[in-house]
T-cell receptor, first 109, second 116 residues
Framework: AQTVTQSQPEMSVQEAETVTLSCTYD???????LFWYKQPPSRQMILVIR??????QNATENRFSVNFQKAAKSFSLKISDSQLGDAAMYFC??????FGAGTRLTVKP | DAMVIQNPRYQVTQFGKPVTLSCSQT?????MYWYQQKSSQAPKLLFH???????NEADTPDNFQSRRPNTSFCFLDIRSPGLGDAAMYLC???????????????FGDGTRLSIL
């Protein structure tokens, strides 16, 4: 069975600071894909960043980057220079159909 | 813009009264998904279509059915809604099914279902 665990129900960060959201997963497959999605309040879920398991290099998208540790089955999201618009629920997903419970990120001005 | 559209945004139905939620897409994606998301919880996959092939999750109640009459449309039917079915229902699409590619899902705005 595939499982995704996000152990931080809520996180808070000061505007312009950096925050890291944690995600661990379990799968017996060797090839798979990992995703972080953002769901702002009352708005649709959108992709933040994705990582192919066969790639050793960590994915980066502007202020968003991941720390992918395949052996540890860990896939954390780092948000640099946090902005007010980053406030949202963040979901980690495995193969795009198994979601973690989410982390609610608050950005303080 | 190509997108995933869910109608209505809010749906109220009575306990036990059948209800249908709709989803359409202009992305021409092969896969369409239905998720149930309860407050402050992760989206839970109910089922998905890969073209015309229906894939039901093992723990999806029989009360939930789905139809995909063509590439663009997919419907979620709840035959006899119970109070526990009150939730946000998300429709999503992707070009390929899970585990095959890095193509992400594209989500609609969701339909919030209330049961009276």
């Amino acid at each position: 069975a595939q499982t995704v665990t996000q152990s931080q129900p809520e996180m808070s960060v000061q505007e312009a600071e950096t925050v890291t959201l944690s995600c661990t997963y379990d799968t017996s497959e060797s090839d798979y894909y990992l995703f972080w999605y953002k769901q702002p309040p009352s708005r649709q879920m959108i992709l933040v960043i994705r990582q192919e398991a066969y790639k050793q290099q960590n994915a980066t998208e502007n202020r968003f980057s991941v720390n992918f540790q395949k052996a540890a089955k860990s896939f954390s999201l780092k948000i640099s220079d946090s902005q007010l618009g980053d406030a949202a629920m963040y979901f980690c997903a495995l193969n795009d159909m198994r979601f973690g419970a989410g982390t609610r990120l608050t950005v303080k001005p | 813009d190509a997108m995933v559209i869910q109608n209505p945004r809010y749906q109220v139905t009575q306990f036990g009264k059948p209800v249908t939620l709709s989803c359409s897409q202009t992305l021409n994606h092969n896969v369409m998904y239905w998720y149930q998301q309860k407050s402050s919880q992760a989206p839970k996959l109910l089922f998905h279509y890969y073209d015309k092939d229906f894939n039901n999750e093992a723990d999806t109640p029989d009360n939930f059915q789905s139809r995909r009459p063509n590439t663009s449309f997919c419907f979620l039917d709840i035959r006899s809604p119970g109070l526990g079915d009150a939730a946000m229902y998300l429709c999503a699409t992707s070009r390929e099914p899970q585990g095959i590619s890095n193509q992400p899902q594209h989500f609609g705005d969701g339909t919030r279902l209330s049961i009276l």
